[in-house]
């Protein structure tokens, strides 16, 4: 009951403070949060597929990556809610392919031919001419919905914080569902939950294809922000970003991979003022985390309540 | 009418036959074990007839319908469960939710797995508790059990698929002498309310000989001998190659 009661207060602030964030923070901190919010999403939809189906995909970049592209080829020519449906719809589609033939192999195998298709559409996206090679596709137009114009720095984040508002209750709603629940049993014990007479193939198939869709919203919503898409969207380490998120907020928990999306977000944009080694920095905070809080940061909260239980 | 028939039945690892046209008849409602010294092929037997390991040639048939070549969740659904020797439960979650968790997936996967469990439900997994002797452990997690509570509860998930045919790989191995005695004593009277067919292995010949009607030995991926406790103990052959001389 209070569980309940602190996550109704947690959500009301959630949303005062999305409506409010445009009248006090200026340009800057409004992407900042934008791009918070979108590797929020993005490290969910990863979360589901390695915390909690123990599927281990290092490939989520090609879905990350077909969803910014169909927003850079086609924001001038459809509105930005159907283009994001779309985007999803496709890195769904792509996800579906792959799934199909990649899940037929396990573990170290199935990482591999995840992270193969991410470096073949990496490889492609440089050699495509319609895909703009190294320079991309910039001046991405964020259009308008109903004749408001979401050209402003306002106007976008509204949109962008329903998107990933919706985003996460629609994982929320999966990771609760009966589906959820029997990822998490295939990831505890494949073979008992075969035999239980549960076709693990086709929950995995299900899970790929969920993390897909919401990786592609990710990257339509990651291209309207910075209104330029280049191949850096489909790199490798695009994949690795989310996982490391994961990894910094708890990947047992629904909550943690958002806590860590915001962590490394504002680690790697305050190191990046400070330095240029950011990235080495970044990735000492990295180790920390692996060595001293390998569960991360939301299990001290459980530690905590065990404590004062106890 | 035989509920498993198996005929013919070779599994290939390599140039290895670890089946070699083993055929096997086991009738409805038949509490049959099946022995043989290490290497005789009855772990790839089992895993055979429940879908882990496909057959190189052969035929496996279930109440006369050829599953040979079905996948192993389709024979769950069609009434095979299993046991394995090293007990398969969710070790995250309570002994409830593990017998929970079985009667809901066996009604239908996703659809109603872990949804909101009616009264219904909750009654027949405390029966089931009740009857394999779980119930005073029903709140405990699934990995704080004793190896012999964990074989137990793995049988009381089994029971939860409704199975017509129940496979049990070695059910007491790793336990003491009295939860030996604890799970032949279950087993027996689990099949003599059910009738529910079983095929069982078990190196202890003691929990052999005590349930079993009839006992099948296999010998190098081969049937050897079937029949009755009394008629195997006093072959010649058996006594050679499994139980020793004398």
Redesign the interface.
């Known amino acids: 009951m209070r569980a309940r009661a602190l996550a109704t207060l947690a959500l009301a602030a959630a949303i005062v403070a999305a409506l409010l964030l445009p009248r006090l923070a200026s340009g800057a901190q409004l992407f900042f949060w934008e791009t918070v919010l979108v590797q929020m999403l993005y490290a969910l939809s990863v979360n589901l597929l390695i915390g909690h189906a123990g599927i281990p995909s290092f490939g989520q970049a090609a879905f990350f990556g077909v969803g910014a592209y169909a927003v850079g080829l086609a924001s001038a020519l459809v509105p930005p809610p159907l283009l994001l449906l779309a985007a999803m719809l496709l890195a769904a589609l792509l996800a579906l392919a792959v799934g199909a033939v990649a899940l037929r192999t396990h573990g170290i195998a199935f990482a591999m031919v995840t992270l193969a298709v991410g470096q073949a559409l990496y490889t492609a996206s440089l050699h495509i001419p319609a895909l703009g090679g190294d320079n991309g596709l910039a001046g991405i137009d964020r259009g308008s919905l109903f004749a408001i114009g979401l050209g402003g720095a306002a106007a976008f984040w509204y949109l962008c914080a329903a998107c990933v508002g919706l985003g996460i209750l629609a994982l929320w709603t999966v990771h609760a ?3 959820g ?2 990822l998490r ?1 295939l990831r ?2 494949p ?10 193939r086709a ?1 995995r198939l299900g899970a790929f294809v969920v993390a897909g869709a919401f990786g592609g919203l990710a990257g339509g919503l990651f291209a309207y922000a910075n209104q330029i898409v280049t191949p850096d969207a489909l790199a490798w380490v695009r994949s690795g970003d989310p996982i490391i998120m994961a990894l910094i907020g708890g990947m047992s928990t629904f909550w943690g991979p958002m806590l860590g999306a915001f962590v490394y977000v504002w680690v790697t944009h305050a190191f990046s003022e400070l330095t240029p080694a950011w990235i080495l920095y970044v990735g000492i905070v990295f180790l920390f985390f692996v060595i001293v809080l390998p569960k991360g940061l939301l299990s001290l909260l459980s530690v905590r309540r065990q404590r004062s239980g106890s | 009418m035989s509920a498993l028939h198996v005929s013919d039945l070779v599994v290939r690892y390599g140039a290895n036959r670890a089946l070699d046209g083993l055929s096997l008849e086991v009738e409805s409602g038949e509490l049959r074990a099946v022995i043989g010294p290490n290497g005789a092929g009855k772990s790839t037997l089992f895993a055979t007839i429940a879908g882990e390991t496909p057959a190189s040639q052969g035929r496996v048939e279930l109440d006369g319908t050829d599953i040979t070549r079905w996948a192993p969740h389709l024979r769950v659904r069609r009434g095979v469960a299993r046991a394995f020797q090293v007990s398969r439960i969710f070790p995250s979650l309570t002994v409830r939710e593990n017998v929970l968790a079985a009667q809901l997936c066996a009604q239908g996967g996703s659809r109603v797995c872990w949804r909101t469990v009616l009264g219904a439900e909750h009654a027949r997994s405390e029966a089931a508790l009740a009857e394999l002797g779980l119930a005073h452990l029903a709140a405990r997690r699934g990995e704080t059990l004793s190896q012999g509570d964990r074989k137990r509860l793995e049988i009381a998930m089994a029971l939860q698929l409704e199975a017509r045919l129940l496979l049990l790989d070695e059910p007491t191995a790793g336990m003491s002498p009295r939860e030996t005695a604890q799970t032949v004593a279950l087993i027996r009277s689990l099949w003599e309310r059910t009738r529910i067919t079983i095929l069982l292995t078990e190196h202890d010949m003691s929990v052999v000989f005590s349930l079993a009607q009839r006992i099948t030995v296999m010998q190098r991926g081969r049937v050897l001998c079937t029949g009755a406790p009394e008629e195997v103990r006093g072959r010649h052959d058996v006594r050679e190659i499994y139980l020793g001389r004398g």
């Not at chain 1, 073979?191 to 693990?200: A, E, H, K, P, S």
């Open positions: 569902s009966p589906f629940n029997l049993a505890d014990d073979l008992r939950t075969r035999f239980l007479g549960i076709d693990v929950y």
